[in-house]
């Protein structure tokens, strides 16, 4: 691959910058603060400021003035000595991903040699530097609410719709580990799991985030991982449990508890490790998790295909049914998964300043998604499989307190599969049109199986180098650049079995219609520059960022002749987008911010490389679209102002007014065939993905947060957003084409668009270590469009879906046990079993249908009603675990 000439020269460029700025890291804060003599007021110079436990610290200027920076996220105690004055020590010190914390110092003359003045720092309840806006959980933070995985933490936040950012889609977001981006650029999703016992802290930024972050239109979640300490640490904590309802009638097989049906064990080890005089030290964790799920299926059918010779004729309510082979009617789970993760991290102090760190990652997971239409023959469905493997390399040098840089370099794997039997000339696959032939109207089907066979791999080599330096008492400049070389390879093929195999499993030619494989080597480049301007008055953040990407592929010269145009190359695309945030003080007790950025991101790659052969199936028409390695990058403009208030030291108001205009968004062209002897299929016609859609989100959030003050701590937060566009499936064009009516050209409410969101957490402290937390979300209902009998009879989601509510709670107990802090602890998800409709009928509006629009009767073993009734348009039911835990 060969990247422009112009963007290897800037990276050469920004990369030279970087040798006199020094760099900024993505995943650490910074501690400022004066210190003067309290009798007089007067500035003192020179006095010692260290962090306790680390090699950080720094001494006051002519003005009084320290900064430190490159601190990782934690607690901290904080010294400040100077000879001839009373040593002071302030404890509780919080530093968080990118925010600046302010420490001051009066110093005494000293009375009694020796003597240490002790401070309890409070963190101030609103965040003088926030230009736009973050939220940071850390790990303490994180041990009280109900959650499992960082992803329910993500999902906590304000404005954030079960996955969507303010209105965006699916895939806008840029998750980071340490400072390194992690997503699988196949999706654009999280390559892998963090778990949060290796969490320290997680930033959700949902606002218009700065120029350091690129590849992400509607948020940035960075997470930092635990380092060892410099003592000898370790936990350990196991639960199990299972669904429990007393609406057993909703889900089959859901009154059958087992400890066994949901478990998990994790646990964690760190220190320093011995011989290396505390200048290498490691953390490991390790975990496990297994959940059957609530959707079950019922083993009447075994997955083989008919024949002529062979089966049996099974009499159903006086209907004849024909079935190859009977199972013997036993449940089996279809929506079952488990995780296997380990993480092992080194770091290592060998040279003052300087700190190298290794993190190992490795995941692997199975589970099944469920198949409605399978119920009968659960066992013809595909298992899918991943695997993923993670190299982060991280070190950071710093020159002295105000200048240090950081070198990044990550290596990931991502693989996943699906498929029913490994082997795909596996004799006991059926025959392929055992579906069509076993299945019928309203019908589970009768054998058969689903013969896709998947496989796809995605390798990314990152490597980065980030730089900062205080200039400054008020500048603090930070720039950096980054590359990422990306390997994508993906093979889709279906399984033949049919007369012209001879009845044996055979795999279709490679570049055919019915086996799609492509091998691809895109490459990103990006660079930053930004100030963040701290004066008595104002707070700004300014900044320009750069990107350059190179799909390296081809596409036909003329859509017309897909199959036997001359191929050309494809375009590089780059962006230089503008960002701005100002925080301004408005009284001491409040902060006024408003903020503006240009974002950038290329659509996902699995829609640049799908179907790279361009060679149109006749059996499929338009459900088979080309991918288009000519994308444009997808394009937002992004406006907020907000207002964050403290009442008090502990309690604060946060108001936030935002709005988005997003251009460039994936969607659908339908191209023709042009007639001629050199083209096969002429005047049909085919869909590839282009960029014709957009869409806009707006709204407002309020937020209502007390700290832990006094046993008890709340954090409430209400969204009013408006997510509009002119589509919400990239393809809906085609859909449009293939059902018969004319594609919206207006805006219409998206299929996440939740007008009302309400979420709420209070945690209780009580005398006897008892901790509870309850946590619930109550939001309207997700628009649809409404039909009879797939006729639409309304606007694209002109109606609604019922509204929902879940609460989940957390209780522990802690004990002293043989020096040990353990305890028990009880998880319930959706507390009150709500039965919350999250996918509906277009008819009703409901999870039941109109059967006036459903003539007809049942062809196969249930009946018409079990058919029609979908227990996966449902949220899950209650689910109870209980666990204990400890640690040293």
Do not use: C
């Not at 654009?188 to 949902?206: C, G, R, T």
């Not at 975990?287 to 059918?301: A, F, I, P, S």
């Amino acid at each position: 691959m060969r990247p422009n000439i112009a963007a290897v020269v800037l990276l050469i460029l920004l990369g030279q910058l970087t040798l006199t700025i020094d760099a900024f890291s993505r995943s650490t804060g910074k501690l400022t603060g004066r210190v003067i003599e309290e009798s007089t007021g007067e500035p003192l110079i020179g006095v010692n400021v260290t962090i306790v436990g680390t090699q950080q610290g720094a001494m006051t200027d002519t003005d009084g003035y320290y900064v430190i920076l490159n601190i990782r996220p934690g607690t901290y105690e904080l010294r400040a000595s100077y000879l001839g004055f009373q040593t002071q020590l302030v404890q509780n010190v919080r530093i968080s991903i990118g925010q600046t914390t302010t420490i001051d110092f009066s110093l005494t003359e000293m009375v009694i040699t020796g003597a240490e003045a002790v401070v309890i720092a409070e963190r101030p309840i609103i965040r003088r530097d926030l230009t736009s806006s973050s939220v940071s959980v850390s790990a303490r933070e994180i041990a009280l609410l109900p959650v499992e995985n960082f992803n329910d933490i993500v999902n906590l936040q304000a404005g954030v719709v079960n996955g969507h950012f303010r209105g965006g889609r699916i895939g806008e977001v840029a998750y980071l580990v340490d400072g390194i981006p992690i997503n699988d650029s196949f999706d654009n999703s999280f390559a892998y799991q963090v778990e949060n016992n290796s969490i320290q802290e997680v930033e959700v930024i949902s606002g218009t985030f700065n120029a350091e972050y690129g590849q992400a239109q509607s948020g940035v979640v960075n997470i930092v991982t635990k380092d060892g300490g410099s003592t000898l640490e370790g936990s350990f904590a196991a639960y199990s449990g299972d669904y429990m309802t007393l609406k057993t009638g909703d889900f089959q097989n859901i009154g059958s508890i087992s400890p066994t049906h949901v478990y998990d064990f994790q646990g964690t080890l760190s220190g320093p490790i011995p011989l290396f005089d505390d200048k290498l030290r490691f953390f490991l964790s390790a975990r496990r998790t297994y959940d059957q799920g609530h959707l079950y299926g019922k083993n009447m059918v075994r997955p083989i295909g008919h024949s002529n010779d062979s089966g049996e004729i099974v009499n159903v309510n006086g209907r004849n049914v024909y079935v190859p082979m009977l199972g013997d009617s036993s449940y089996v789970p279809m929506n079952w998964g488990e995780q296997n993760t380990f993480n092992v991290k080194l770091t290592s102090f060998f040279i003052k300043g300087n700190k190298l760190s290794i993190n190992a990652l490795y995941q692997k997971d199975k589970g099944q998604n469920y198949n409605h239409f399978y119920q009968y023959n659960p066992d013809g469905t595909p298992t899918n499989y991943g695997e993923s493997l993670t190299l982060n390399v991280i070190e950071s040098y710093s020159f002295n307190s105000r200048s240090f840089a950081t070198l990044k370099g990550a290596y990931f794997i991502n693989r996943s599969k699906s498929y029913l039997y490994k082997d795909p000339l596996d004799p006991r696959y059926p025959r392929d049109d055992a579906q069509s032939f076993l299945g019928g109207n309203f019908s589970f089907v009768r054998g058969g199986a689903i013969m896709d066979h998947f496989s796809r791999e995605t390798r990314t080599l990152v490597g980065a180098l980030d730089v900062t330096s205080q200039l400054n008492r008020r500048h603090m400049i930070k720039t950096g650049a980054q590359i990422k070389l990306h390997n994508i390879r993906m093979r889709d093929f279906k399984v033949k079995n049919n007369s012209s195999t001879g009845f044996m499993p055979e795999i279709p030619p490679q570049g055919t219609p019915d086996h799609v494989f492509y091998d691809e080597q895109p490459m990103e480049i990006s660079a930053y520059i930004q100030d963040k301007m701290e004066f008595d008055y104002l707070v700004v953040n300014l900044g320009v960022r750069f990107d350059y990407f190179e799909s390296n592929s081809q596409v036909p010269e003329n859509y017309g002749r897909p199959a036997n145009s001359p191929r050309e190359p494809t375009d590089p695309n780059w962006q230089i987008s503008p960002r701005i945030g100002l925080a301004y003080p408005i009284s001491d007790n409040g902060i006024v911010h408003v903020s503006y950025g240009h974002f950038f991101q290329i659509p996902s790659f699995q829609y640049l490389y799908t179907n790279p052969d361009y060679t149109y199936n006749p059996e499929v028409g338009l459900g088979r679209v080309f991918g288009n390695p000519n994308l444009k990058p997808q394009q937002t403009i992004s406006y907020e102002t907000g207002l964050q208030y403290g009442f008090t030291d502990v309690l604060a108001l946060g108001v936030t007014i935002f709005y988005k205009d997003i251009r460039n968004l994936l969607g659908t062209r339908i191209e023709v065939i042009e007639p001629g002897v050199d083209e096969p299929f002429p005047l049909s016609k085919y869909g590839r993905y282009i960029n014709r859609d957009y869409g806009q989100s707006k709204g407002v959030i309020v937020t209502l947060e007390k700290r832990m003050d006094r046993n008890f701590s709340f954090n409430m937060n209400y969204s009013l957003q408006f997510a509009s566009g002119n589509a919400s499936d990239p393809e809906s064009r085609l859909l449009d084409e293939q059902a018969g009516v004319e594609t919206e050209k207006q805006l219409v409410p998206l299929d996440w668009d939740r007008r009302h969101q309400l979420k709420a957490s209070i945690s209780f402290l009580t005398a006897r270590n008892l901790v509870f937390t309850l946590a619930g979300e109550f939001g309207s209902g997700l628009p649809y469009t409404p039909s009879v009998a797939n006729e639409r009879i309304g606007l694209e989601n002109s109606d609604r879906k019922p509204g929902f509510y879940s609460f989940d709670l957390y209780a522990s107990k802690s004990v002293q046990l043989m020096g040990l802090t353990g305890g028990l602890f009880v998880r319930v998800y959706n507390l009150f079993d709500t039965r919350n409709e999250v996918n509906v009928y277009n008819d009703t509006g409901r999870v039941f249908p109109n059967l006036r629009y459903y003539s007809g009767q049942a062809q196969g073993l249930n009946s018409k009603e079990d058919f029609l009734y979908r227990p996966d348009f449902y949220s899950s039911p209650r689910r109870v675990t209980l666990g204990f835990q400890f640690s040293f």
